[in-house]
Every structure is written in structure tokens, then in C-alpha cells.
């Protein structure tokens, strides 16, 4: 399984190369997300394709997950200039940029919809600072939107710390994830995404997170039935370009990205409306063993107590610049809580 993927993945490289050799950067640009065909990263990349293609003589050319390697690859490409653009969620992108897990801070974030909408549109950390720290390792930072509320999966219903006792539950290869799961109680395990469904099969680990939507098209309920909502996050995801590839552009071409990343980003936040609602009934019809535990405040509160661990831990790895962005985070997060008061 992980050769086909080798061989495919170099297959594919190999493409986008030779296509490079006839055409360096011209017209064709090349963009690689993380996720399959429909996913919230998929319907992104297409509407931003869509955009450029009828506004433009310009062609963008899409490759989905497993198409050019994992994560980490499509990253690398992206900064060696072999695709012009990419989505990659800060969980892959924070052991490049520390300051991205600033996401993984367990009940940090808001919890309805509307509240983490309104965070992204008028947060200063989010539009000013991120794009700093991302063009300091050669990235244009365009767009950082929310894709749902994440959900554990597991074993057993989980209701309280104590039954992540013993628990080995998956994350991406994020530190700061990793220390979350580790002061909910569980042992974090970091595990590339092909890994994850086999390994839920095969009691590797006992559980994962992931939005509602992921766990249905993966078919994680399939091998983890038991889905808690905890309330503790969003998964957050980021769409950019090679930075030297967006600065040589011309200021026509420039504003295009910009405009079909604007196109992209509402098309997108329209379409994640309900889609955790939907994504949940198909699940709950495809299968019967499915149980959905959605824990009260109480509950809650259990859980938030061993935040302020992982805060510290985030603190400790990415000192002055990381204690800046949180304080800013925090401001932002209560400026659009306060008006929703209001």
C-alpha cells in the first residue's frame, strides 16, 4: 500500500515537473490540497479554479490528496517552486511554523459557527500577523478558514479524561496536538492520514479527531463507531502560495489570486453550513452501531482544567513570538464575543 503511494506520488511529481520544462510558471499553475474529491479543501480549490479559468487565460491544475505524496510533500514542493499553491492545515504546517498550533490550545476557539466565522473575518492575528510568520518561510499566506468542529472517534464513548486512560489515540504529526491528547489523559500518536483507517481496523490506536465531514467521506465510523463531541476545537485550514512565485506575478495577476481566494473562501463558508449536520445522518444511516455522546458543561469543564497545561507548553515553544500572537488571539476572540453580547 504505502509503495503504491511512493510510486504514484513520484509519478505524479515527475508530471508536474516535465510540465514545468515546457512551461515554467506560465499560464498552468498547480495546486495540491489535502483532502478527497467533495471534501471542504477540494470544494475550495475548485471554486478558486473555477474563478481564475473565467477570468483569466490562466489554467489551474488540482491534485488531491495522495495524488503527489502526503502532507509534508506537497509542502515541500510548494517551497522548492514545483506547485504554485497549496492547502495544508497548521497541524502539518507547525513544525514548520511553531506558531500555527496556536489552534491546537483546546477550548481556545469558540464553539458555534457563527462566533468562528466572524473570528476569521475581523481577527488582526489571523490576517495580520499569520501572514508575516508564514512569508518568513517563503509563503503567501491567502486564506485561513475554518473547516468544522472536531470530533473524537474512538473504541468506546467517551465521557470523561478517565476514559482516555490507556487510549491510544492519532494525530498529525503536531506537537502540540500530541500534548493535548496527553493532558486529556490518552497517548498521543502521531500517524500520516493513509495510515489512520488501518490502524483504527487493526487496534494500532483506538481512536482519532477529525471533522464530522472527514470522518464520514474516510469512513472512519466504519473501524471507530463511538463519535464524541468535546468541544475543544476547529480544524482550521490555510490555502497559499510559493511566495516568490506570487511577488514575480504582475499586480493584474496578483489581484486575480487574491480575488479567486476571496471567491474561494465565500463559496466555501456557504458550503459548510450544515454540512456537519448532513455528514452525521449519513453516518447514523450507514450504520447502526454509531453512538453520538455530546458532552454537557460539566463535562466540559473536566476537560478545560487541562488546557492551561497545553497553553504553557505552547508558550514554551514558541517564546516572545508566540506569546504576542496568543495575547493578540485572545483580544481578537473577545472583541467578537463581546459584540456578540452586545
Known amino acids: 500500500m504505502k509503495t503504491s503511494h511512493k510510486l504514484l506520488a513520484t509519478a505524479g511529481i515527475g508530471a508536474v515537473v516535465l510540465g514545468m520544462s515546457s512551461a515554467a510558471y506560465a499560464d498552468n499553475w498547480r495546486y495540491a490540497h489535502e483532502e478527497y474529491e467533495g471534501d471542504v479543501q477540494d470544494v475550495f480549490a475548485q471554486e478558486f479554479k473555477r ?3 473565467e477570468n483569466s487565460d490562466h ?3 488540482v491534485y488531491r490528496f495522495g495524488e503527489l505524496g502526503e502532507s509534508d510533500d506537497i509542502m515541500e514542493q510548494t517551497q522548492n517552486g514545483i506547485l504554485q499553491f497549496v492547502n495544508q492545515s497548521p497541524g502539518f504546517t507547525g513544525s514548520l511554523i511553531p506558531a500555527a498550533q496556536i489552534f491546537f490550545i ?6 458555534d459557527m457563527e462566533t468562528v466565522l466572524q473570528f476569521f473575518d475581523e481577527s488582526k492575528a489571523i490576517n495580520e500577523m499569520f501572514p508575516e510568520l508564514y512569508a518568513e518561510h ?6 485561513m478558514y475554518p473547516e468544522g468542529e472536531m470530533v473524537v472517534t474512538a473504541d468506546e464513548p467517551i465521557t470523561e479524561p478517565a476514559d482516555f486512560d490507556n487510549k491510544k489515540i492519532r494525530v498529525m504529526t503536531n506537537p502540540l496536538l ?3 491528547y496527553n493532558a486529556f489523559g490518552a497517548t498521543a ?3 500520516p492520514w493513509g495510515e489512520v483507517y488501518g490502524g483504527l481496523q487493526t487496534g494500532i490506536i483506538d ?3 477529525n471533522p464530522i465531514f472527514w470522518i464520514e467521506s474516510g469512513g472512519l465510523y466504519e473501524v471507530s463507531p463511538h463519535l464524541t463531541f468535546t468541544g475543544h476545537g476547529w480544524f482550521t485550514t490555510a490555502m497559499m502560495a ?7 506575478l504582475s499586480e493584474e495577476d496578483q489581484q486575480l489570486v487574491q480575488d479567486a481566494s476571496d471567491a474561494a473562501y465565500d463559496h466555501t463558508i456557504e458550503h459548510i453550513q450544515g454540512l456537519a449536520e448532513e455528514s452525521l445522518a449519513k453516518i447514523q444511516e450507514a450504520s447502526d452501531e454509531v453512538t453520538v455522546t455530546r458532552l454537557t458543561d460539566e463535562q466540559i469543564q473536566a476537560f478545560k482544567e487541562r488546557a492551561p497545561q497545553v497553553e504553557d507548553k505552547f508558550l514554551e515553544m514558541t517564546g516572545e513570538d508566540g506569546k504576542a500572537l496568543l495575547e493578540q488571539f485572545k483580544a481578537d476572540l473577545e472583541a467578537v464575543e463581546g459584540q456578540d453580547q452586545g
Do not use: I, R
Not at 138 to 143: C, I, S
Open 51 to 53: 474563478y481564475v479559468e
Open 59 to 61: 489554467s489551474v491544475q
Open 106 to 111: 483546546p477550548y481556545l476557539m469558540p464553539t
Open 138 to 143: 517563503g509563503l503567501k499566506l491567502l486564506k
Open 178 to 180: 500530541a500534548e493535548t
Open 189 to 191: 500518536t502521531p500517524l
Open 207 to 209: 481512536g482519532q479527531e
Open 242 to 248: 510559493n511566495l516568490d512565485f506570487y511577488e514575480g
